[in-house]
């Protein structure tokens, strides 16, 4: 999985927001710009939500749509939707497989029927940046642990 697909859109158009809202018109129009391109490489070009502010350009738009997503009112869009399976899943992929190396450890005696794994949680894989892991943790998919470690939580399926 190449890392060019582990980003979120919300992440993205916030941050062009703050350079458009802060920034002269030269910079601004460069930011609105990057933000069709963004857009548009999250396919979510034909969805007229998404879409329309940034095609105006308009800012009240664009910052009503970015406080839906943080408020919850406004599904993400089907990239982020995307991303945030794919980080789930490498995240429970990388619990299963601590689980089992701590089970199957060699510092357990052979003659042993064995011990279940006591490990709760573990460090989220890196091939996805800090926010992914945030907004899991924000929507109750997973549970901040503390340290940099993360446990399942018991939220509802990722949107």
């Not at 969805?47 to 095609?55: F, Q, R």
């Amino acid at each position: 999985m190449a890392d060019d697909e582990n980003w979120l859109l919300k992440t993205r158009l916030g941050s062009l927001r703050a350079r458009i809202a802060s920034a002269d018109a030269r910079e601004a129009a460069a930011a609105w710009v990057e933000a069709q391109a963004v857009v548009s490489a999250a396919g979510a070009a034909e969805e007229a939500e998404v879409a329309l502010p940034v095609l105006e350009r308009d800012l009240p738009l664009l910052e009503a749509l970015l406080k839906g997503w943080e408020a919850r009112t406004l599904p993400l869009v089907a990239w982020d939707q995307a991303v945030l399976k794919r980080a789930l899943n490498a995240y429970k992929r990388r619990l299963k497989l601590t689980r089992a190396d701590d089970e199957f450890s060699s510092s357990r005696s052979p003659f042993s029927r064995g011990a279940s794994s006591g490990i709760m949680g573990t460090r989220p894989p890196e091939q996805y940046s800090q926010d992914i892991w945030d907004l899991l943790v924000q929507r109750g998919r997973l549970r901040d642990a503390g340290d940099g470690l993360l446990e399942p939580g018991t939220g509802a399926a990722a949107e």
